[in-house]
């Protein structure tokens, strides 16, 4: 049976998007004109035109700031949440009309398979998950403090830990996926290594499945040991295509 793809209501889409997709074929002939397809090309552009902008401008920018460590390690929770809030704004700024926010309430998240909120301990919403965002961000810093890049394998799991810690969270709708990995490339290169997954292949079903797999080895085991070894993985071929 084919999956249903949610639609977005036109009161929710970006005026610019609307403006292109009444122009469209499809709105024109197939009287579509009250929604759009989360899927539908232009949907999808845009949201690889934001992709795009937070990789440059959260993620390229910081490649020679030299206390990029530092940083990170008295950077106080609040301006860690404003940062992801303002990577989601920068992501969906083509798409939504409302972005940057974090979910108001709910697990009525795109997770994994049904269920797997509960599995991974998703905040309901609201204030729950402000406060584990704001945890999740103290946390970071002070984990950072204790990394040796030396330890290829230390460095591994704090990015492993990050990186789970704030997709479970789970603090946007949509777009946590892509703001966790350029979260996990600040990390990399405050620690001196190359950024490997904020651009990530989305549509490359095998890379997806087993960046998946290491994600549901999180649960349970809070050393993230599988996802540590699939980031592990994409640093060894990153820097195997530049030495």
């Not at 709708?173 to 989305?202: E, H, K, W």
């Not at 087993?210 to 990153?238: D, F, M």
Request: glycine share 8%.
């Amino acid at each position: 049976m084919p999956i249903s793809r949610p639609e977005i209501h036109k009161d929710d889409i970006a005026a610019s998007l609307w403006r292109k997709y009444e122009r469209s074929e499809e709105y024109q002939s197939q009287n579509r004109t009250e929604s759009i397809s989360s899927v539908h090309p232009l949907v999808k552009a845009a949201e690889s035109n934001g992709l795009a902008k937070v990789i440059r401008a959260f993620v390229g920018e910081l490649v020679k700031e030299a206390s990029l460590r530092t940083k990170y390690e008295n950077r106080a929770p609040g301006d860690w949440v404003d940062e992801w809030k303002s990577m989601h704004e920068l992501l969906f700024k083509g798409v939504f009309k409302s972005r940057g926010s974090f979910r108001p309430n709910g697990h009525d998240v795109r997770f994994g398979s049904p269920g797997d909120e509960e599995l991974h301990r998703i905040p309901w919403g609201g204030g729950q998950t402000t406060n584990e965002a704001h945890m999740l961000g103290r946390q970071i810093s002070e984990d950072l403090k204790f990394v040796s890049p030396e330890n290829v394998e230390a460095v591994c799991a704090f990015l492993a830990r990050s990186h789970y810690g704030f997709i479970r969270i789970h603090p946007f709708g949509d777009g946590n996926g892509r703001i966790g990995r350029a979260l996990t490339d600040q990390l990399a290169l405050s620690l001196g290594y190359p950024p490997v997954i904020a651009g990530f292949p989305r549509l490359n079903s095998e890379k997806k499945t087993r960046y998946h797999t290491a994600i549901t080895g999180c649960i349970g085991n809070p050393s993230c040991y599988s996802l540590a070894a699939w980031i592990k993985e994409q640093i060894e071929i990153k820097i195997s295509e530049i030495a």
